[in-house]
Nanobody, 117 residues
Framework: VQLQAFGGGLVQPGGSLRLSCASS????????MYWYRQAPRKQRELVAM????????NYASSVKGRFTISRDNAKNTVYLQMKSLKPEDTAVYYC???????????WGQGTQVTVSS
C-alpha cells in the first residue's frame, strides 16, 4: 500500500489550501481515511477522518468548521480542504489508511503546511 500526500505549501493567515492523498496497492473504497498533523515539538494529532463510503466524517475541535475532508473512491484519493488557516495550523500533514477488517494502518510521507505572513 502506498499513500502519496501533496498540496502543502506556504499560505498567509486566512488563506486556503487543499491537500490530496492518492492511494495505490489497496482497495481504496473499503478503507477509512484519516488526516493527521504534527507540529514541531508536538505529538501527532488526528485532524479529520472519513469512513469508507464517505457517509461519516469527524473533525478535531480545533479545525471544525474550517476544514473539510472528502474522498473520491473512483480516483483513490482523499482530500482535506483547509480554509481560514491560522499560524497554529502549521504542521506536517499526514494521511493514513485503515482497513476496518484487519485494522492495518498505512501512512503517507507527509506534506508541509506553513501558515505565516
Amino acid at each position: 500500500v502506498q499513500l502519496q500526500a501533496f498540496g502543502g505549501g506556504l499560505v498567509q493567515p486566512g488563506g486556503s489550501l487543499r491537500l490530496s492523498c492518492a492511494s495505490s496497492g489497496t482497495i481504496f473504497s473499503i478503507n477509512h481515511m484519516y488526516w493527521y498533523r504534527q507540529a514541531p515539538r508536538k505529538q501527532r494529532e488526528l485532524v479529520a477522518m472519513i469512513s469508507s463510503g464517505g457517509s461519516t466524517t469527524n473533525y478535531a475541535s480545533s479545525v471544525k468548521g474550517r476544514f473539510t475532508i472528502s474522498r473520491d473512491n473512483a480516483k483513490n484519493t482523499v482530500y482535506l480542504q483547509m480554509k481560514s488557516l491560522k499560524p497554529e495550523d502549521t504542521a506536517v500533514y499526514y494521511c493514513k489508511s485503515r482497513n476496518p477488517r484487519t485494522a492495518n494502518d498505512y501512512w503517507g510521507q507527509g506534506t508541509q503546511v506553513t501558515v505565516s505572513s
